[in-house]
């Protein structure tokens, strides 16, 4: 059974700090392509990064230079490290693993929700 599972959700200042974790399990990690997606009120869920099984990365243009994401195989988790987290990132987010060959069949973790208060 494959899972994903986020952590390292939370309240935090303008200006602040957060790290995402995704631990996954029942799934050749290293083989993926994984990625953060974020969803806020009444708004569609949207690509925030995404890393491939060879290490490039992609990010959307509203988090270039402050967000960064990797991947750990030997520990089967990607993180999302935010940095000057803006009230506009307060959203829940997914992570997302799947294989381009097999995109229309993702794995989906079960989101975080970050705040960002002004």
């Known amino acids: 059974q494959v899972q994903l599972v986020e952590s390292g959700g939370g309240l935090v200042h303008t200006g602040g700090s957060l790290r995402l974790s995704c631990a996954a399990s029942?799934?050749?990690?290293?083989?993926?392509?994984l990625a953060w997606y974020r969803q806020a009120p009444g708004k569609r869920r949207e690509l925030v990064a995404l890393?491939?099984?060879?290490?490039?990365?992609t990010y959307a243009d509203s988090v270039k230079g402050r967000f960064t994401i990797s991947r750990d195989n030997a520990k089967n988790t990607v993180y999302l490290q935010m940095s000057s987290l803006e009230p506009e990132d307060t959203a829940v987010y997914y992570c997302k693993a799947d294989k381009p060959a097999n995109y229309l069949n993702p794995y989906w973790g079960q989101g975080t929700q970050v705040t960002v208060s002004s």
């Open positions: 029942g799934i050749i990690f290293s083989t993926y392509r």
């Open positions: 890393v491939t099984s060879r290490d490039a990365t």
